[in-house]
């Protein structure tokens, strides 16, 4: 039904390996080509392990489905090479507006701070995010895609698992080192390792429709004639088109917008999809005259709950096949991709035989730890726009109500708080500070991004990092004031290479040394995903030893 | 500062008169949406986490405590 958008057909061919019946071997085996399983192969291969990523399709993700992308995936799709195109086309956004029936009640401003490379949020249809990173793996040598290859079965030996894998031309058989499974919230794979996948389900049903309006036509319709020509999120409790319920309302390229449509609980998903009960919910809205194509519907409800274990064995889950959350904050494909950045590195040293396996353990501290973060955020947000009982709804209307006069009521209004990182602050691989730090980049936090002079050029903290490793990537000192004696300090395989704020780097604007609290001497240790791991006040190469051990979880 | 169980009101039977009569003319919906916005204001004006927390704790046990007896 999509009229903005032609899917690509990616080719099947079968593997030499099935072809002659042999039994191949892969160090890496990646389940399921959506966002988080490609973002996670071209990580991996960018830091030099080969990728076999199988997928049992060969299209992008029908329909739009996640279209909101915060700050910190869009950096790790820099970091990647692949954000200037997304951030290109996506449509950027800070401002959210909650109505109350027709009453503007509140209004947020995600108010990024300013001189970071990347925005606070952009929109984009998934099967665009999907595409350029398809189209990056398939250039990427290292990784070879086997579409229309479904994972059929799976089991688990002592240092490797055995998959056997459906094709057009039958099954066969392969074996795997490790295996990372991102086949979404219905993962197979799951199950095949008997892993529990628990939390919270809501009754709910949800409308998604997507709908193709020329430029300038919102600014008609009644409803919407107050939304400005800037884009932003629009959410409405109870309006006079829907009511009851609650709508929300976003701008994605090609002039397409999402209407998430609250259906409540007893609405019938087949009837619901049908474009005659579709067209005049739309209609309601905007009003019967003005024009308008409609490009995706899909009615959903959704669960909050993840994985009991985030590793099993040689099996490791990120993305949906790991955690689900609602839609609201848009915590899913975000998060995702933040489990790719924080797994790819660590795999590279397991199987470089650098560290033991005990770093992966490491995965499943961090990115549980970031999964319940926002399974509290996603469930909190639903229980406000779909309260379980009568008084929860009252209380819920109560503080609406309020709002509309009352400054106090207004943080109370929760539509979905957005994705933003979570901060590993409990993880083993931090080194505690030994002396007063100011600021947010405690250890565990991921590396805000600041404007630096590099070689007479403009660039960013994040743009020096990456280009200081390539893209296998690596540790860094950032060293602030007089140039240490050492260029870099290396223990048991690895070694962090200095860069000097003031000699390597110019910080004009002061703003590096503001973010990271750095006085002359401060060194602060970075991760290979760009996460602050420890941070001192004068460079001492034992203590950065015992830091880079503990990172790679040596103790 | 915990919460308070000691008797804190001024005129305990005049604020009493002005709670109930505040529910005058409302229909039994409205009463209950003025007793809700109640809770808001005076939690928001309390503030304190851990007072409030003591004072939910309160409300439910004392709640159950009657529901069982």
Do not use: C, W
């Given at each position: 039904m999509s009229k903005s958008y032609t899917y690509p057909e990616f080719p099947y061919r079968q593997s030499a390996a099935q072809r002659e019946g042999r039994l191949q071997r892969h160090p890496l085996v990646v389940i399921g080509a959506g966002p988080i399983g490609l973002t996670i192969a071209l990580d991996c291969a960018q830091r030099g392990l080969p990728v076999l990523l199988l997928d049992d399709?060969?299209?992008?993700?029908?329909?739009?489905?996640?279209v909101c992308y915060a700050k910190r995936p869009l950096e790790i799709w820099d970091r990647l090479g692949v954000a200037a195109p997304l951030v290109d086309k996506g449509v950027r956004w800070q401002v959210g507006k909650v109505f109350l029936e027709d009453e503007l009640i509140y209004r947020f401003d995600l108010l990024p701070e300013a001189?970071?490379?990347?925005?606070?949020m952009i929109n984009l249809q998934q099967y665009y995010v999907e595409q350029t990173l398809v189209d990056a793996c398939a250039a990427h040598p290292k990784i070879d895609i086997g579409w229309k290859?479904?994972?059929?079965a799976l089991q688990q030996h002592e240092d490797h698992a055995r998959l056997t894998v459906e094709t057009p031309d039958g099954r066969f058989e392969l074996l795997a080192d490790w295996v990372i499974a991102c086949?979404?919230?219905?993962?197979d794979t799951r199950n095949m390792v008997g892993a529990s996948f628990t939390g919270q389900f809501f009754e709910d049903r949800f409308l998604i429709a997507d709908v193709v309006l020329k430029p300038g036509v919102l600014q008609q319709a009644?409803?919407?004639?107050?939304?400005?020509h800037e884009p932003e999120r629009w959410f409405w409790f109870d309006p006079p088109f829907h009511r009851g319920q609650s709508v929300l309302l976003h701008k994605q390229c090609d002039d397409v917008w999402r209407i998430d449509f609250?259906?409540?609980?007893?609405?019938?998903p087949e009837l619901e999809k049908r474009p005659e009960r579709v067209i005049p919910r739309i209609q309601q809205m905007l009003g019967p005259e003005l024009p308008f194509e409609l490009e995706w519907v899909s009615v959903y409800q959704f669960a909050c709950r993840r994985i009991?274990?985030?590793?099993y064995g040689r099996v490791i889950f990120a993305g949906d096949a790991a955690h689900q959350v609602s839609p609201f904050g848009a915590r899913g494909a975000n998060t995702g991709v933040q489990d790719a950045d924080n797994l790819a590195w660590k795999l590279k040293l397991v199987i470089d035989g650098?560290?033991?396996?005990?770093?992966?353990d490491s995965y499943d501290d961090e990115r549980a730890f970031a999964a319940d973060d926002n399974l509290l955020n996603s469930t909190r947000a639903t229980d406000f726009i779909s309260p379980k009982s009568r008084v929860s709804l009252r209380l819920r209307n109560a503080v609406l109500q309020l709002a509309s006069q009352e400054?106090?009521?207004?943080?109370?209004?929760?539509s979905g708080r957005l994705s933003t990182p979570t901060p590993?602050?409990?993880?083993?691989l931090n080194t505690a500070d030994d002396a007063p730090f100011a600021g947010?980049?405690?250890?565990?936090s991921n590396c805000v991004d600041a404007p630096l002079r590099h070689q007479g050029r403009d660039t960013w903290l994040l743009d020096v990092l990456n280009a200081l490793h390539g893209p296998a990537g690596g540790f860094t000192?950032?060293?602030?004031g007089a140039r240490p004696a050492l260029e870099s300090v290396a223990v048991a395989g690895i070694s962090a290479r200095v860069l000097n704020?003031?000699?390597?780097?110019?910080d004009a604007e002061g703003l590096l040394a503001q973010r990271y609290d750095g006085q002359p001497g401060t060194v602060i240790l970075i991760r290979p995903?760009?996460?602050?791991?420890a941070r001192w006040r004068s460079f001492e190469v034992g203590k950065i030893r015992a830091a880079l051990r503990r990172c790679i979880a040596m103790h | 500062m915990p919460l308070n169980h000691q008797p804190n009101i001024v005129d305990a039977d005049g604020f009493y008169q002005e709670l109930v009569e505040?529910?005058?003319?409302?229909s039994d919906e409205q009463a209950e949406m003025l007793t809700t916005k109640l809770v808001l204001i005076l939690a928001n004006h309390v503030g304190d986490r851990e007072v409030l927390r003591e004072a939910i704790a309160l409300a439910r046990d004392n709640t159950l405590a009657y529901a069982t007896s």
């Open positions: 399709n060969n299209t992008v993700s029908f329909g739009s489905r996640a001189r970071h490379k990347m925005p606070a290859h479904k994972l059929v086949d979404g919230a219905n993962s009644k409803s919407t004639s107050k939304l400005g609250q259906l409540g609980r007893d609405a019938d009991d274990k985030l590793r650098v560290a033991s396996e005990a770093l992966l400054p106090f009521a207004r943080p109370l209004i929760n590993y602050l409990r993880s083993p947010p980049m405690k250890p565990g000192l950032l060293a602030f704020v003031g000699g390597d780097v110019d995903d760009q996460h602050v791991a | 505040s529910q005058r003319e409302l």
